[in-house]
């Protein structure tokens, strides 16, 4: 064994038929797994000029070498199709438990085609595969569907994948939840499945996941394991989870408030994950095999839910000027349910309320407005009332109405809780993320306001385009390993060589670990070229690029990504409008 299953499934929901094929020892070497081998699969089978939400698109849904063998942090699994959202190739990533039993139930990776005349489900079975009839699963929340193929199957250890209302009605930015709660959140992935009447997918199974040096690797986990206890982001991580941001970000006044018209909220306390944890809190939770549990379980008036994470914490607070912890708690447990991307969901929101108070859109809501901002969030979910509108993103309902500034996004996928006028090199990172807006293909935030691996000054432009490319590089391995994110505020490039070395049996440094991850990062941004992307994508909104803030350390401070997008380029080895050179490919071999 090396970490793999050695197989994957072919799902021709067309045709109506299931076929397992040995998973191709090239796609492993040069891509590793994870989002690797779902950007090779999905440009390698789509033709660039295909409609998202077309039966041409692909889903791919893969594992990585390291997910569910045990290491520390080692659960997660991707997906990877066109987005609806942002038009691109994308791939959004997810925790919980559901990529180890999709590995137990035998497979590396699901490829999905096609479009089925009904609804279905697919099940993964100890080395099987079968598509199944949903018609009784449409229409039903993701809990409920998760309880309905657990009973039907009678077994509470399956573990489910699957879309909710959201994704059935094509809401732009549906995602997929597995576990109710984990989110393979950007993107539109469940808008993808509702297109192709695929429900879910379930997993079960007992089959070996075995390392190809189980010493080795015992060993790498044990230092792995050490980094991760004694890392004081970490430890943060488990005590207040991801919203212990809240504050950190808001004091450096880069906490975007009320559709990013300002970066700094005055009641930001209110909605931190310290008094989450002071409130209602009731344990906090981890997905397979990790030690650091940033999950949050939460409880109050009767509700229990999992969350809301940092992004959506800020999404629906700060950034609709919300103070009450509970509506955004009850905002995100909404977002589970139906299927939505707790990000693009309350940014569109907020692109609503500014200009609901400007007079560009007839309509009551108004920053601070929590319970018009909670039946905002069912009616999306329904695609009712304006929410039918507000469906299709930001970025289409504000150029609608003739306001497109209004929509806070890049590639038209709404941007993430941080502002990129105080933090230079993320605001090029999210400039040229290949998914648009985005915070976790390249999370300078570590660097800029953590101080992670060293702090850097977040105003400043020098070598901010080389971190860019360090990061998103680095980013795309880890994501191909089957890793946690997360990791990465304790571990470096020598920890994940050394791990995916000891768990595949095929020697890679640090170097040739990058080197894979920049060749994920350049074969989705050659993809996206033939879709029709270029320099004049690789940008911000205009508010961002002239509007300086005016509070706190970064007052005066706009985004300056354009006197740093030439040398990143150059950095790349790609040409001035982002073209990769001949050379570069050749070198990656692509």
Same mark, same amino acid.
């Given at each position: 064994?090396?970490?793999?299953?050695?197989?994957?499934?072919?799902?021709?929901?067309?045709?109506?038929?299931?076929?397992?094929?040995?998973?191709?020892?090239?796609?492993?070497?040069?891509?590793?797994?994870?989002?690797?081998?779902?950007?090779?699969?999905?440009?390698?089978?789509?033709?660039?000029?295909?409609?998202?939400?077309?039966?041409?698109?692909?889903?791919?849904?893969?594992?990585?070498?390291?997910?569910?063998?045990?290491?520390?942090?080692?659960?997660?699994?991707?997906?990877?199709?066109?987005?609806?959202?942002?038009?691109?190739?994308?791939?959004?990533?997810?925790?919980?438990?559901?990529?180890?039993?999709?590995?137990?139930?035998?497979?590396?990776?699901?490829?999905?085609?096609?479009?089925?005349?009904?609804?279905?489900?697919?099940?993964?079975?100890?080395?099987?595969?079968?598509?199944?009839?949903?018609?009784?699963?449409?229409?039903?929340?993701?809990?409920?569907?998760?309880?309905?193929?657990?009973?039907?199957?009678?077994?509470?250890?399956?573990?489910?994948?699957?879309?909710?209302?959201?994704?059935?009605?094509?809401?732009?930015?549906?995602?997929?939840?597995?576990?109710?709660?984990?989110?393979?959140?950007?993107?539109?992935?469940?808008?993808?499945?509702?297109?192709?009447?695929?429900?879910?997918?379930?997993?079960?199974?007992?089959?070996?996941?075995?390392?190809?040096?189980?010493?080795?690797?015992?060993?790498?986990?044990?230092?792995?394991?050490?980094?991760?206890?004694?890392?004081?982001?970490?430890?943060?991580?488990?005590?207040?989870?991801?919203?212990?941001?809240?504050?950190?970000?808001?004091?450096?006044?880069?906490?975007?408030?009320?559709?990013?018209?300002?970066?700094?909220?005055?009641?930001?306390?209110?909605?931190?994950?310290?008094?989450?944890?002071?409130?209602?809190?009731?344990?906090?939770?981890?997905?397979?095999?990790?030690?650091?549990?940033?999950?949050?379980?939460?409880?109050?008036?009767?509700?229990?839910?999992?969350?809301?994470?940092?992004?959506?914490? @800020?999404?629906?607070?700060?950034?609709?000027?919300?103070?009450?912890?509970?509506?955004?708690?009850?905002?995100?447990?909404?977002?589970?349910?139906?299927?939505?991307?707790?990000?693009?969901?309350?940014?569109?929101?907020?692109?609503?309320?500014?200009?609901?108070?400007?007079?560009?859109?007839?309509?009551?809501?108004?920053?601070?407005?929590?319970?018009?901002?909670?039946?905002?969030?069912?009616?999306?979910?329904?695609?009712?009332?304006?929410?039918?509108?507000?469906?299709?993103?930001?970025?289409?309902?504000?150029?609608?109405?003739?306001?497109?500034?209004?929509?806070?996004?890049?590639?038209?996928?709404?941007?993430?809780?941080?502002?990129?006028?105080?933090?230079?090199?993320?605001?090029?990172?999210?400039?040229?993320?290949?998914?648009?807006?985005?915070?976790?293909?390249?999370?300078?935030?570590?660097?800029?306001?953590?101080?992670?691996?060293?702090?850097?000054?977040?105003?400043?432009?020098?070598?901010?385009?080389? @971190?860019?490319?360090?990061?998103?590089?680095?980013?795309?391995?880890?994501?191909?390993?089957?890793?946690?994110?997360?990791?990465?505020?304790?571990?470096?490039?020598?920890?994940?060589?050394?791990?995916?070395?000891?768990?595949?049996?095929?020697?890679?440094?640090?170097?040739?670990?990058?080197?894979?991850?920049?060749?994920?990062?350049?074969?989705?941004?050659?993809?996206?070229?033939?879709?029709?992307?270029?320099?004049?994508?690789?940008?911000?909104?205009?508010?961002?690029?002239?509007?300086?803030?005016?509070?706190?350390?970064?007052?005066?401070?706009?985004?300056?990504?354009?006197?740093?997008?030439?040398?990143?380029?150059?950095?790349?080895?790609?040409?001035?409008?982002?073209?990769?050179?001949?050379?570069?490919?050749?070198?990656?071999?692509?």
């Amino acid at each position: 064994m090396d970490g793999y299953t050695g197989k994957m499934v072919y799902a021709d929901l067309s045709a109506g038929t299931v076929t397992i094929q040995a998973t191709p020892p090239q796609l492993r070497q040069q891509y590793l797994g994870g989002r690797g081998f779902g950007i090779r699969l999905l440009t390698d089978m789509v033709d660039p000029k295909t409609d998202p939400l077309s039966e041409k698109n692909v889903l791919v849904v893969a594992t990585g070498p390291l997910t569910g063998i045990g290491t520390p942090l080692g659960s997660r699994y991707e997906i990877s199709a066109l987005s609806p959202l942002s038009n691109t190739a994308f791939s959004a990533n997810s925790g919980g438990v559901f990529g180890w039993k999709m590995k137990k139930a035998g497979f590396d990776a699901v490829v999905v085609t096609g479009r089925a005349e009904k609804p279905v489900w697919l099940l993964l079975d100890n080395g099987k595969a079968e598509i199944r009839d949903a018609t009784a699963l449409w229409g039903k929340t993701t809990g409920q569907t998760t309880d309905a193929i657990q009973a039907d199957l009678k077994d509470q250890t399956v573990r489910v994948a699957c879309i909710g209302p959201a994704g059935e009605k094509l809401v732009r930015f549906a995602c997929l939840i597995n576990e109710k709660t984990r989110a393979a959140g950007r993107g539109g992935g469940g808008a993808v499945m509702g297109s192709k009447n695929l429900k879910a997918i379930a997993a079960r199974g007992d089959l070996p996941i075995r390392p190809a040096d189980e010493e080795a690797l015992k060993a790498v986990n044990e230092r792995v394991k050490k980094k991760l206890a004694e890392n004081g982001i970490e430890q943060a991580l488990q005590k207040y989870g991801t919203a212990v941001l809240v504050n950190i970000v808001n004091e450096n006044y880069v906490l975007p408030t009320r559709n990013f018209q300002s970066a700094h909220f005055p009641a930001a306390e209110k909605v931190s994950g310290e008094t989450m944890a002071a409130t209602i809190l009731k344990q906090n939770k981890g997905c397979y095999s990790c030690t650091v549990k940033c999950g949050r379980v939460c409880e109050f008036d009767g509700e229990h839910g999992e969350g809301p994470e940092y992004e959506p914490d @800020w999404a629906f607070g700060p950034d609709c000027g919300i103070d009450d912890l509970k509506a955004v708690a009850r905002a995100n447990n909404l977002c589970n349910e139906y299927g939505l991307d707790a990000i693009s969901t309350p940014t569109t929101i907020a692109c609503l309320m500014e200009m609901a108070e400007k007079g560009y859109v007839n309509h009551p809501v108004r920053f601070g407005d929590a319970k018009g901002m909670l039946a905002l969030v069912e009616q999306i979910g329904k695609r009712e009332g304006i929410g039918n509108e507000l469906a299709e993103g930001s970025f289409r309902f504000a150029t609608k109405y003739g306001h497109p500034d209004c929509s806070i996004s890049s590639k038209m996928q709404e941007l993430p809780a941080y502002d990129p006028r105080g933090i230079q090199g993320y605001g090029l990172a999210v400039a040229t993320s290949n998914r648009g807006g985005d915070h976790v293909y390249g999370y300078l935030i570590s660097p800029e306001v953590l101080g992670s691996p060293q702090k850097l000054d977040p105003y400043a432009l020098k070598d901010k385009p080389q @971190w860019a490319k360090t990061f998103q590089d680095l980013t795309a391995a880890i994501d191909a390993s089957g890793m946690c994110l997360f990791s990465s505020f304790a571990l470096g490039a020598d920890d994940y060589a050394d791990l995916v070395s000891a768990a595949t049996g095929v020697k890679v440094d640090a170097a040739g670990l990058l080197k894979i991850g920049e060749r994920i990062w350049n074969l989705q941004k050659l993809y996206n070229i033939r879709r029709g992307f270029g320099r004049k994508d690789d940008t911000l909104p205009a508010r961002l690029l002239k509007e300086p803030l005016k509070e706190g350390a970064p007052a005066g401070q706009v985004s300056r990504i354009g006197e740093m997008l030439d040398e990143y380029y150059t950095l790349r080895g790609w040409d001035r409008e982002g073209t990769p050179s001949p050379g570069k490919l050749k070198e990656l071999g692509l």
